[in-house]
């Protein structure tokens, strides 16, 4: 007779879904890689690169660095590091999907934060196919001398486990360091060597061969920033309303700009999706 453990551990078993099939690098264009699977979801809306403004320069350096590697050249791992809402992961999307109209075959995988100690094991996964990887980890920031921070290190300065030549990382960050300068000082301070310590904490970055600063917008670049979303999708607005919606929201941003055309197709009961 089975015992009530084993009996209640077998009925659990029925219940958890099926772990799915790792999805297959070679199809498809973007994936997630998350608990150490590949799964391959679909792409998600993008806006026109010509939709970026304010940001034109990061806008073409990430273009030309992401076509470079999609053409099998020496590209750089990018860091598009500050302000927020100011459209660096949009800018990621966009740049994709604008490199695969253009006829690229460059599949864009996101990592999670949490999920950066797992890279060695989707380099496995991907290595030996025959195209381009753009391995992509949003909104990472490190408290101190974290795993996390140590896997990424170790990836751009080429450890043991090196990721293939066909993946380049890109990696969005509120903080220009990644490193909180408080926690580095912290653990800095109770070292030998602070000076040292608190050096190797903050030069992160560093290891990255492009870095693109985004800044927060001001009065003209928010406002060409609505006047694009509002003529894209018909939209009329004056810039009286448009700068008391930013001023209700404390700042001026990408994000707020099209938070305000999603209020403005509202008033007038129209959708509102990217185009």
Not at 67 to 81: K, M, P, T, Y
Not at 135 to 158: M, N, P
Not at 189 to 195: C, E, K
Not at 227 to 247: E, K, Q
């Amino acid at each position: 007779m089975t015992d009530p453990l084993s009996r209640i551990a077998d009925a659990l078993d029925r219940l958890a879904p099926p772990v799915p099939p790792p999805a297959d690098p070679a199809r498809g264009t973007a994936f997630v890689f998350a608990a150490g699977v590949l799964a391959a979801v679909a792409p998600a809306p993008a806006q026109p690169l010509a939709r970026f403004v304010g940001v034109d320069a990061q806008r073409d350096a990430l273009h030309a660095n992401l076509r470079r590697h999609a053409s099998g050249a020496a590209a750089h791992d990018v860091l598009l590091w500050g302000a927020r809402g100011m459209g660096k992961s949009s800018l990621v999307r966009s740049v994709h999907a604008a490199l695969l109209a253009e006829g690229a075959d460059l599949a864009l995988v996101q990592v999670a934060r949490d999920d950066l100690d797992r890279l060695p094991a989707l380099f496995a996964a991907i290595g030996d196919t025959p195209r381009r990887f753009v391995v992509y980890a949003d909104d990472v920031s490190f408290e101190a001398d974290e795993r996390q921070y140590k896997a990424l290190r170790s990836v751009l300065d080429g450890g043991i486990a090196a990721r293939p030549d066909s993946v380049r990382l890109v990696v969005t960050s509120n903080r220009r360091h990644l490193v909180a300068r408080e926690h580095a000082e912290t653990e800095a301070a109770n070292a030998v060597n602070a000076r040292d310590v608190l050096d190797d904490r903050l030069a992160l970055a560093d290891r990255f061969g492009l870095s693109l600063g985004f800044h927060n917008a001001d009065q003209a670049s928010y406002l060409a920033m609505v006047a694009g979303y509002a003529a894209a999708h018909g939209l009329a607005f004056t810039d009286a309303d448009a700068l008391a919606w930013a001023a209700g929201r404390g700042h001026r941003s990408g994000r707020v700009a099209w938070q305000y055309a999603t209020e403005l197709a509202g008033r007038a009961g129209r959708a509102l999706v990217p185009a």
